[in-house]
């Protein structure tokens, strides 16, 4: 295992292959700016919640955020990739899904949310038409994980970046954690901070916001990790966290930084099972978290993991359903009383939103703009 001085020191090697990996995003780009690779628009509102960066920015609890905050109003529908899913094309959740089926995010929203339809396809320019086929009501589709994919162009990007890893600061892959270009930022029309600290002052955010240089048109909020009540992976009743507790935190996210520094701060102490992003976790895992856990030698003692850790975890129900194993919630928190401000951003877009054509979708759009 590698420490993160030694990995720093071994990614740095790799910097002819971030050059390399730098000159095709570029190339790529180039070709979208220039309308050499068209980009499809559809006749909706269309939100894309993404980031420039590989990791963990707060991704999937924003879009949660927005069905939270919009479902009352619109007719919303979601659309991921379904990373790690064992399925190829497109697919709808239904009652029968699993996170085999359509990936551990999008499972997670199925499930908190029933009465949003959740869709999956590799390919959005593709899984669009189907989603509006299958629900044809939708009136406002989330693209969850989309903003360096242009085959689509969103009416709205709102894009994520760490405040412990600004995308100012980074570098490409496989140097850095950039998968897109610093300057992709300019198509964004929200830029969101997320992870900072509670105590975040105006001084800082303004030092930050000096040092993204957002665009005249594009708006930067701040937000904060919000941690709710632990609630039992399969009974679903609430067990609060406390100083006297004794953890063992199973988790397979990007960074789990922020999840450990909350244990320092609200358990007596913790142990850390950790495993890559989007794990697909084996019965052999299991044996050797439950062994784990055997061993803590207190009577206040529990297994906790996020959400989406456990859309990957309830295909073990038998075996967990007795143990004292938790789920951790996760929401943004705006700061500086942004979330009005914010909501209202996403509500004029969506109620705004002029069709300037017949509605047409897929490849019947595509082909028109094409013979432009």
Request: aromatic share 10%.
């Amino acid at each position: 295992m590698f420490s993160n001085v030694s990995l720093k020191s071994f990614r740095i090697l790799l910097l002819p292959l971030a050059l390399v990996y730098w000159l095709a995003v570029s190339m790529r780009n180039w070709f979208y700016d220039k309308n050499i690779i068209k980009a499809a628009s559809f006749g909706l509102p269309v939100i894309c919640i993404g980031n420039i960066s590989v990791g963990g920015t707060g991704k999937s609890p924003m879009v949660e955020y927005l069905i939270v905050n919009m479902k009352s109003r619109f007719r919303l529908a979601t659309l991921s990739r379904g990373y790690k899913r064992r399925t190829k094309g497109y697919a709808l959740a239904n009652e029968n899904a699993t996170a085999l089926d359509i990936g551990d995010e999008p499972m997670q929203f199925h499930l908190k949310f029933p009465d949003v339809p959740v869709a999956v396809g590799e390919e959005r320019i593709v899984a669009i038409p189907q989603l509006l086929h299958d629900k044809p009501g939708t009136q406002v589709i989330i693209l969850d994980d989309a903003f360096q994919h242009r085959a689509v162009t969103a009416g709205l990007n709102i894009l994520l970046t760490d405040y412990n890893n600004l995308f100012t600061r980074d570098f490409y892959l496989p140097t850095g954690d950039l998968r897109d270009l610093k300057s992709s930022y300019k198509r964004a029309d929200i830029i969101i901070v997320t992870k900072c600290k509670i105590d975040l002052t105006k001084e800082e955010s303004a030092a930050i916001i000096d040092e993204i240089q957002p665009l005249e048109q594009q708006q930067v909020f701040f937000t904060a990790i919000q941690y709710d009540q632990p609630y039992h992976i399969m009974q679903h009743t609430v067990r609060p966290l406390n100083r006297d507790a004794e953890v063992l935190l199973v988790a397979g996210i990007a960074n789990p930084a922020p999840l450990k520094k909350m244990l320092e701060e609200n358990s007596k102490t913790y142990y850390m099972s950790h495993f890559p992003d989007h794990h697909i976790f084996t019965i052999d895992d299991l044996k050797e978290i439950k062994k784990k856990f055997e061993k803590i030698d207190s009577g206040n003692k529990m297994i906790l993991t996020t959400e989406k850790d456990a859309m990957r975890l309830i295909k073990f129900r038998d075996d967990i359903s007795n143990l004292p194993f938790y789920v951790i919630p996760i929401r943004h928190r705006f700061l500086f009383n942004g979330a009005d401000a914010f909501n209202n951003l996403v509500i004029n877009f969506i109620e705004n939103f002029k069709r300037e054509e017949p509605l047409l979708y897929g490849k019947e759009r595509f082909k028109k703009e094409n013979k432009r």
